[in-house]
């Protein structure tokens, strides 16, 4: 008997058992039908004042990622080519605490890692728009960043009034040049960045942010939770030179500010100015948002999904031990070894196609209806989108294959779902239930086959963005293929195990 007819038969095998189909119809419609009971059931609105109203977007840069655009911009307009020189002398700045008396505020002086100031050449005032800066920064030294994900490293250090670093920002129609000197003398380039697109007038200038000051707690068990506090930095900017085509005057834009019920601004930014000397104070960051939630949580029902492709897989071959057809099936085909990977297809392929239907069908539609209930989710790309719903799909299926191998290996069906249930859904909740230490989730969703939910991990992390990333926040330690690889191995493994057993003994 060929492979083809083997794989036939194990077909016919799955689909003329009603309750297998059945199975495989609650794997779909458990993805579709938790994930949309989700979005529906969710909801939010923003006060203004006494009245309730839908909560903003968060802007979108260039390429259609949301993010943060909030910062302090002293800037003029530049119209064609030009060059900005600025010496930044020092960065200082203020963080609030947790109260320590009631009611007594606790602001201390200090500036978070990734505050920064520096020149800025950005295609409008608008949030969103295109830009590119050179910045010296709390702790991460130099850098060059555009576009919001873009990020280059010059040299390392603070900046004091014993060290100043000086700063230049070069625009050639779409091309922007980044430099730094200690001396103002002997220049060193620190990255390039073109910019699909950009206006032939610009805004170039003077800016200051400073993100939310990210401090974690941890709980008895020794999980952790984060939290962000108001920070401020406070540049001081002098021998600033503009070359080019501007107007010489400079405009203060406070972009991004948000304003209490009163029509006040919320923590606004400023500028103190004597003479040529600079003092730019701002709050907020320039970065890509990843505080939003993901598409990745409209498969809340994947879970359950997984638990039940477990049961079907493990029976799909513990049902003939139980009832003594295995022998029947391996004198129909005396190669054993075939039979289990025609098994493995099958069941396979069954539990992908239902997770890629149910996938499919629950990640648009209910990021619509979270939308239209007034809860953002972070955009991605279609080819992002595709991974996530085919990954869903993918963990289904090959968890499906790593049950069926335990089942072939135990031969009884209770202890192989148990087994599966340990090694696949345990380790998952464990990790991502911010239960555990944080360097434990992350060994476990390294080695374990639950490593293969990576793949369905929309926002990667980012250097230059402040944030706790740990499973617990959706960040797990493998990247996604890197993730769904180890779940492959281990389905792998334990398949080829479950073969060596069956060409040992039939029973």
Known sequence: ?????????EWTKLRTVRGWVAGMAVVCFAVVGLGLLFATGSHSSCSRGPVEVPCPEPPTGPDGTAVDDRFYFVSMPL???????????????RIRLPDATLGVRNVVSGVVP????GLMVKASTEQGASYAAVMVTGAHGVRMQHDFTQDVAGSPGKVSAESPRWLRLSRERDTIVGEESSDGKRWTRVGTARLAGLPATVRVGLFAASPPDVRVETNPLGGTATAGRFSEVAALMDQVTVGGATSGKWQQNDIGVEYDADGTPHHPGGLARNGGTFAVTGTGDIAPNTAEGTVERTLTGSLIALVVAIVVAVLFVTAEYRRGLIRTTLLASPRRGRVLVAKAAVVGAATFAAGLVGAGVTVPLAVRILRGNGIFTLPVSTLTELRVIAGAAGVLAVSAVLALA???????????????????????????ASILPDEVSRWLLRLTPAAGFAIQQSVPEYEQVISHYVPAMGYFPLPPWGGFAVLCAWAAVALGLAVRRLNGRDA
Do not use: D, E, Q
């Open 1 to 9: 008997m060929s492979f083809r007819h083997v794989l036939l038969a």
């Open 79 to 93: 119209n064609g080519n030009g060059v900005i020189t600025a010496r930044v002398g020092s960065m200082t700045g």
């Open 114 to 117: 990734w505050a920064k100031a």
């Open 406 to 432: 335990l089942g072939a290996l135990f031969r009884r069906s209770a202890p192989a779902v148990i087994a599966a249930i340990v090694v696949l859904v345990v380790p998952y909740v464990l990790g991502t």
